[in-house]
């Protein structure tokens, strides 16, 4: 989990001082370190040594394009799950076979888009993969994402391999896929599963695993195995990840065994979102006011579901700490939002004490953070600043009032 230093009164992250940071660019502020994100990236991919192994990040957990192209620079490839991340990807300078398209409910139109720009495709349909062979035959690869029905990962809406998903073509429709392949010559070049985001042990990678090992023989002309992601990132202070060791370790174990009985030596893919650029991200807000009710303290901040939306959807808990008043007496609090909505960042919660235009750091922000923000209440999305070798890059600007009304026409009425 990140940890921010503490010196002279003042937090710093990467070299940076993140009070001067919030008083520089304002509040409220998207903060990402590279270094955590690069040291995610090479302790997962190190993880599974001896292994042909390939991460393609998951950028719908954070789109900015310099955040992508980082990521690339350092060796990953991408995966996208619509046209316009394809896109990105492409302007982010990822060549198109290092970008994998995982659509889902999708028009077959937008496959053909991805397939003219020449990038991988992530079957995840009977009906699409019917389409696919009519018109391209053996002539295009895909991949074909299998649903092996597990249940991983506490929430609902995070666990997507469960058997009420709508995600992937079940394990139990394996025989049509096989009838489609040979029927119209379709060439699978890839399995997929991802069976959601809060796996904890490698026990429910390997059940998946061996799930995709036994649909795979089935399969004569594979290149790769993508698992996927679901690693767990602590949110809260002492809160158990993925043992990312053990689970590469076992892994690689296992598929080495797969390649050697399949006959060549297959790449493992996963497609990690979270686990690379959540802890590498804190959201920085201002207490607007300290309010105390009959039941609670509130305190209410510049900020709100509007640009981290994680703890009224998800339930999610993150980490807060007033970055003002390091010595403060701690006090229990409830942080909420300034949005005409319940939205509340976190209940009973001990905080430094708070006074009015302290600044407040959110953790583990960077993943489904300003990528889920949007503008109700007409409100602004925040800017983003990037810590890259000592350094704070703005990577995208503060909204202003021409954003709000960018794509209204007025009527003259
Ligand atoms: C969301 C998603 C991921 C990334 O999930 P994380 O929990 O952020 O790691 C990977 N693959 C697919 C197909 C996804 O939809």
Do not use: W
Not at 155 to 170: L, M, R, T
Not at 300 to 307: A, F, R
């Amino acid at each position: 989990m990140l940890q921010l230093n503490h010196q002279n009164n003042n937090y710093e992250c990467s070299g940076v001082n993140i009070n001067e940071l919030a008083n520089q660019f304002g509040t409220p502020l998207y903060v990402y370190d590279a270094a955590t994100i690069k040291a995610r990236y090479h302790k997962l991919k190190s993880a599974f040594s001896g292994i042909r192994i390939r991460l393609h990040y998951a950028c719908k957990a954070n789109a900015n394009i310099s955040i992508m192209k980082l990521l690339k620079s350092e060796g990953a490839g991408l995966d996208a799950v619509s046209i316009e991340e394809v896109q990105l990807g492409i302007l982010a300078g990822f060549q198109p076979h290092d970008i994998i398209y995982t659509p889902n409910s999708v028009d077959f139109s937008e496959v053909q888009q991805a397939v003219a720009l020449g990038v991988r495709i992530n079957i995840d349909n009977l009906r699409i993969l019917e389409q696919f062979g009519m018109q391209y035959g053996n002539t295009y690869a895909c991949c074909v994402r299998i649903n092996p029905h597990i249940m991983a990962g506490g929430h609902a809406q995070i666990s997507v391999g469960h058997i009420d998903s709508k995600f992937g073509i079940s394990i139990h429709q394996l025989r049509h896929v096989l009838r489609l392949v040979e029927l119209l010559n379709i060439r699978i070049e890839g399995l997929h599963m991802h069976t959601g985001s809060d796996i904890l042990d490698a026990d429910v990678f390997l059940r998946g695993a061996e799930l995709l090992f036994e649909a795979a023989v089935q399969f004569s002309e594979l290149d790769y195995l993508d698992f996927g992601s679901g690693f767990k990132v602590p949110y809260k202070e002492g809160e158990p990840a993925t043992d990312i060791e053990e689970t590469g370790q076992k892994i690689a174990q296992v598929f080495s065994a797969f390649c050697a009985t399949y006959g060549r030596e297959l790449e493992l893919k996963f497609e990690p979102g979270k686990y690379l650029v959540s802890e590498a991200g804190l959201l920085l807000v201002r207490a607007n006011v300290v309010k105390q009710t009959t039941s609670t303290v509130f305190v209410g901040v510049n900020s709100g579901q509007n640009h981290l939306i994680r703890p009224m959807f998800y339930q999610a808990y993150h980490r807060i700490q007033n970055l003002s008043n390091p010595e403060g007496a701690t006090r229990l609090y409830s942080v909420v939002g300034y949005i005409c909505e319940t939205d509340t960042f976190a209940y009973d919660r001990k905080l430094n004490e708070v006074r009015e235009g302290d600044l407040l750091a959110i953790f583990n922000a960077g993943a489904y953070g300003f990528a889920m923000a949007n503008q109700y209440n007409s409100r602004l999305r925040p800017a983003e600043v990037l810590l890259l070798d000592g350094q704070a890059h703005l990577i995208r600007k503060r909204e202003d009032l021409d954003d709000l009304l960018r794509n209204q026409l007025i009527l003259s009425l």
